[in-house]
Structure formats: C-alpha cells, structure tokens
C-alpha cells in the first residue's frame, strides 16, 4: 500500500479512468473525470473494523489514495468504523444515505445482505458489497459487487514460502517432526472461515508453494473469525506444535505471525517456522520469520469506483482486478527469504500477466486421486446458487471470470482441513 507519489499517479492515469458503464469485469478504456456534479453529494464507507484491523486498514488506506489521487475532498467521504455483520450495517447504510451519500460501499462479506437490504429501498443510491456475490443476480442495477484477484498474488506468495522449504532442505535446518510419514514437509495455513474465498487462496498459496517445493503436504485450521489476535496466535502456534515449517493466512490479524516469531525467540520447538500473512506487511511484529504477504492494492477499485461516481456512470455489476490491473501484491520480502526468491517472484509475476501462467491450473493437481475433467461452480446464472457453471475450460479453472468474488471451492489432494 505504501508507494510513491509519482508513482501512484501514473498508475491511477493509467487504469482507474476506465469506462464505468460496462457489466464486464473488466472494461480498460481511458477518460478523464468530470467536475463533481453535485456540491451535496457524499460517498458512504462501512467497514468491518478500523485502522487496528489489517484488512479494514488496507481498504482505508486504498479510499484515502484513491480520493487524494482523483482530488476528492475528506468531507466529501463520510465513515463508519466497526460495524458488525448485522442490521447495524442496514442501520448505517440508512444514515449515510440521509446524510447525502449517492455511494455506499462495504468491506465484508457479511455485510451483502444488509447492503442489498438498503439498495431495494433507495433505487438512486448505488451500493457496492465488496467480496460480496449476490449482485448479478439481485436484479438490481444499483447494487454492485467488488473484489481483487488476490487468489495470484496468493500463489505468488507460495512460491516465496517454497523458496525457503527448498533452502531449509538444502541446508539440514528441516527437523523430524517437520516431515510426515510420506516424507512430504508440513504447511499450515490459519483460515477465517471455510468460505470459497478462503478455499480458493488457501489452494492458490498451497499450488505456488509446490510449483517450487512439490513434496509438500498443508493443514488448515479455521478460527471462524476474519479478526481474532489470540485464537489467530492459538492455531499459529497449534500448527507449528504439529511440526509446520510455514504458516500462511487468510486472518487478518498478526497474532499467527507474532506467535511465530516468539516460538523462534524461545526456543519452543527446537525448529522456526516462518510466516506469510494477508494485507499487510509482517515485518514490524515478525522481523526474523515474516517472508512476506498477499495483499490486496485496494487503491485501485476505490479509484475506479469514485471516478464513475465523479462522472454520474454506470458502474460495472462485477469488478475485478489482478496483476494486469495493479490490484493485488505481495509486501516486501523479508530477510529471512531464500536466495534468488524475488527472480522467481518476478518470473511468475510476469507469466500471470502474459497468460502463459494459469493459477488454478488443472494438470498441477488432482482431486480425490484424478486429475479434474470438469469443475462446476455456482455462480451468477443461478440465483439459487446450485453448482450450474462448467469452469473448467481450456484446461484451467477460470476464477473470478464469471463473477468477482471467488468460487473456487474444491478440496484438492494435498490440503487437510482440522477443523
């Protein structure tokens, strides 16, 4: 989230003046934002947390570069903090609007609800449910889901983590109890809750890490929490206890890294295990085991949002964006990464981009013992959500194509969920 001035310019020139009046996920076309047509109007945005929460703080950080870069004044934006997945949000939905939002956005799933709630209700608001997946099939044209390609910088994120199981390997620093009975090495990974999102960036990190190291096995283990510091620490610390040499994350806390890092300062199981968290970097609560971090470039979609906001458009009823559009990332690397790791961070960087790079690849992994020949999912034709959509095409899964938040939901062999 942290760049340069310069450099977010060019960037914002460059992709969020898109045409805003497109259905199709992504519609790159250029123009420049008219004057604001109402001195009254305001943007509304409920978040989930505040600046204390990982990934409530990225989304702020996104709505502030965006504003700053497209010269929207602070009282033009309106907030509220902390706001649970339940009527609350409906409730401060109602407020914004009667306080002169015409835009309304939320950051969390649960919120998808209560936003469609308030949408019926003020057909000349537009809301947008961030990671939410309901709107194509809500058939309402001011409701409007968004979210990130995160599932690429995820697999990236793999590869960091496989990296240093290589060199861990090559040097002897692997232990007995880091191996199973198969010889494969241990990753665990800290999910919030047994969700697509969290199903499919778990498989995306996990398929990074073996295009790098392919004896690998992960273990994950839910907090049903997307915020808890001490039940993220408790799993962080439960995983390495069961001899995993990588924690990742869909959490958006530090505890499962600062956990970490204290195991390594005491010694607790003869071994370090090193972290690859969400959202943010690591580094200032896990110097010496933080490799680094997927996250989201949140910059992006709120700079797009604002500008069809400035231009009374359209927006489209699916926003996504990846490494083509400078959506997602992964944080600085640690100093505990592998030699020659950002070569290979930026290899596959590069792939992603021109195609020849598909994360969800299906020859890379199997599923109850076969490789897949057809992988359905629900998506935004069946309004009841039955699996009704072949997504197996052309030899991959095609993630975030039909709709913005991921439906990638299948367990693929290698992967064990504890809980």
């Known amino acids: 989230m942290k760049k340069l001035l310069a450099v977010l310019l060019a960037m914002l020139m460059v992709f969020s003046l898109v045409g805003c009046s497109s259905n199709k996920e992504e519609a790159p076309a250029e123009e420049t934002p008219a004057e604001e047509t109402s001195s009254d109007a305001k943007i509304g945005i409920i978040l989930v947390g505040d600046e204390n929460e990982g990934y409530t703080y990225a989304h702020m950080e996104g709505i502030k570069d965006a504003a700053k870069g497209l010269g929207i004044s602070d009282d033009k934006i309106l907030w509220k903090y902390v706001v649970p997945e339940t009527q609350a949000c409906y409730d401060a939905a109602v407020d914004l609007v009667e306080n002169g939002a015409t835009l309304v956005i939320s950051n969390s799933y649960g919120h998808q609800s209560f936003m469609q709630q308030a949408a019926t209700e003020f057909p000349d608001v537009t809301f947008v449910a961030d990671t939410g997946d ?43 109890e880091n191996f199973d009975a198969d010889g494969n090495v241990k990753v665990g990974y800290v999910g919030a809750f047994p969700y697509a999102e969290v199903v499919s960036g778990y498989t995306a990190f996990f398929l990074g890490l073996r295009s790098v190291y392919p004896n690998a096995v992960m273990f994950v283990e839910y907090t049903n929490s997307w915020f808890d510091i001490t039940a993220e620490a408790t799993v962080g610390d439960d995983l390495m206890s069961q001899g995993c040499v990588i924690v ?21 199981y003869g071994f370090t295990a090193y972290s690859v968290g969400y959202n943010v970097s690591m580094l200032d609560v896990a110097p010496d085991v933080a490799l680094t971090s997927a996250s989201n470039v949140w910059e992006k979609f709120y700079t797009y949002a604002f500008n069809c906001w400035l231009n009374g458009e359209d927006m489209m009823t699916d926003w996504t964006g ?8 992964i944080t600085d690397l640690g100093s505990s990464v592998a030699e020659g790791t950002k070569e290979a961070v930026d290899a596959a960087i590069a792939a992603i981009k021109d195609g020849s790079l598909h994360v969800f690849d299906a020859s890379t992994f199997t599923v109850g013992g076969a490789a897949p020949t057809s992988m359905m999912a629900d998506v935004e034709s069946d309004p009841n959500y039955t699996p009704d959509t072949e997504c197996l095409i052309d030899g991959y899964f095609h993630e975030s194509e039909f709709r913005s938040a991921p439906y990638f939901a299948e367990r693929i062999d290698g992967i064990t969920e504890l809980n």
């Open 322 to 329: 990846g490494y083509n559009e400078g959506a997602v990332a």
């Open 134 to 176: 309901t709107a194509a099939v809500s058939g309402l044209p001011n409701f409007k889901n968004a979210f990130t390609k995160v599932y690429e910088s995820r697999y990236v994120s793999g590869i960091v983590a496989g990296m240093k199981i290589k060199e861990l390997e090559a040097n002897g620093a692997l232990v007995p």
């Open 248 to 268: 990742g994350q869909h959490a958006d806390s530090t505890g499962a890294p600062s956990q970490l890092q204290k195991n390594m300062e005491d010694n607790k």
